[in-house]
């Protein structure tokens, strides 16, 4: 059996036993059911799997969840939900910004932790965050006028 690791996910702390090299997109998805972060690439590209660690975006598919013991963990569950959205997610659903929806998660936790390191971003502050996360439908207009009602 491996060792057990804690964890502080979304203001809970929880004990998985899972190898400490295991991605976290893993430990988060499948011991501890938060579905938000998508697996994509798997390979640190394309943004899917975006959590934040202490408050800054990482891409939990290529952190072993060693790195972030002792750590703050937010996944998309913790800025709230269906019943009760956080603003960067209401601003999203407002917009319709989803196609199929998969890239969502990364872009909302990217302007996310970008509002919470520079509260008013500029149109090409946005357009720089979001530039390293793929979205393959090409809803990239709606992506933005989302991220751009989430600022204001
Ligand atoms: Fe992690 Fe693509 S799944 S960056």
Redesign the pocket.
Known sequence: RPPGVRLSVNGRSHTVEVEPAAPL?FVLRNDLALNG??????????????VLVDGVAA????MPVRGVIGREVTTLEGLGDVACPGPTQQAFIECQAAQCGYCLN?MIMMIEALLRRQPAPDEARIRQELRHN?CRCGTHVEILQAARRAVA
């Open positions: 997109l972060p998508k697996y994509g690439c798997g390979l640190g590209e394309c943004g899917a799997c975006t891409r939990a598919c290529v990364g793929l």
